[in-house]
């Protein structure tokens, strides 16, 4: 399985500003601290949805070859109180991303 943070306070909550870059997004979790990227392919590569991730199992569907070097998140929105959809370069959109995801995903 992932080696996801447990979530903790920090991880709950919302971050107070995202950036989206080609290189990936950038999130100031609390007001004026330093942001931290995390990288557009990691991200791409860690998607849990349906698609990326076998159901039952846990097990990747998804094949890291099929996922441009230069990938990058063409667009983003709120989901919920809970985390980050991401529309990618590649047409993929079906991933949601809790905070607790993003949070052990950042640099």
């Known amino acids: 399985m992932d080696n996801i943070t447990p979530p903790g306070p920090e991880t709950k909550r919302a971050p107070h500003a995202i950036t989206r870059r080609d290189d990936g997004l950038w999130f100031e979790w ?51 109180a809970y985390g980050l959809g991401v529309t990618w370069s590649d047409g993929h959109s079906t991933g949601i991303f809790p ?9």
């Open 30 to 80: 609390v007001v004026g601290e330093v942001e931290r990227r995390v990288p557009a392919r990691a991200l791409r590569l860690s998607c849990p949805c349906a698609m990326c991730v076998e159901e039952m199992s846990g097990r990747p569907l998804l094949d890291p070859a099929s996922v441009p070097a230069d990938i990058a998140p063409s667009a983003i929105q709120l989901v919920g």
């Open 99 to 107: 905070w607790h995801r993003l949070w052990a995903l950042r640099e």
